[in-house]
């Protein structure tokens, strides 16, 4: 008979040492805990992300959030949710209204930003997903709101954002994107759709990629997200 700890990476039958955990499993907490905590910490480099990006012939374009550091971005969320003025102004360059708008966000883990946000999106274009006709936005100390923003000024149908998730103590570079038709300042969390946990051994990119296309083409067939819009893609091909 298998145990439990051989069908999940969560932290289960660990053992005990008196009134402690033995000293690997406490070892192995500690560095878990350690590594989110950099996650958090971790900066994100627009210049090489906009690097490979290039190479891929995508056109992107750094912007930052009104949180001037990082300190500020975890004690004022309100603040990561909106651009800075010259970011706002940069947007607006582009002012063309948009059917869709891709958003990379840092959130609070760049380091999945990194890891991910390039093959993910390559498979998502793969899948079917039609590359904006913009700029992909990629915004310093910014949370999932950001979008609603950059969107508003854009007058985009549809805007994707693709950010790191709060570490966790199974891994520190967990990949979230949210969908939110007719972005704009003020929308609720039930007004967007989720695919979450998108790392090595979380959802694998092509999961996760045609799921987006899924919700995405349906998004614009049906123009809205959120509560309303499910993933019935499994119903749908069994």
């Known amino acids: 008979m298998k145990a439990l700890s051989d069908y999940t990476p969560a932290r289960v039958q660990l053992g005990a040492a008196g009134g402690s955990l033995p000293a690997k499993p406490l070892l192995e907490l500690r560095l878990a805990h350690a590594r989110a905590r950099d996650a958090v910490q971790f900066p994100l480099d627009t210049t090489s992300l906009s690097r490979e990006m290039s190479q891929r012939n995508w056109i992107s374009r750094g912007l930052h959030s009104m949180a001037r550091n990082r300190t500020e971005y ?34 609070l883990s760049a380091l999945a930003v990194h890891r991910h946000t390039v093959p993910f999106l390559e498979q998502t274009f793969q899948c079917g997903l039609s590359a904006p006709a913009g700029p992909v936005w990629l915004v310093s100390q910014a949370r999932v709101a950001i979008g609603d923003h950059v969107g508003e000024l854009l007058k985009a149908e549809l805007v994707i954002v693709i950010i790191g998730e709060r570490p966790g103590l199974s891994t520190p570079d967990s990949l979230g994107v949210y969908l939110t038709w007719n972005p704009r ?21 092509d999961c996760a990629a045609a799921k987006l296309v899924f919700l995405a083409k349906e998004a614009q067939r049906r123009q809205l997200t959120g509560v309303q819009l499910k993933d019935t893609q499994d119903q749908l091909l069994s």
């Open 74 to 107: 975890l004690q004022r969320p309100d603040k990561g949710r909106q651009l800075d003025d010259a970011s706002a102004a940069e947007v607006l360059r582009y002012k063309q209204p948009s059917p869709l708008t891709i958003v990379i966000a840092d959130g």
């Open 185 to 205: 300042r003020g929308r609720r969390d039930s007004e967007r759709n989720c695919i979450s946990n998108i790392h090595a051994q979380g959802l694998s990119y």
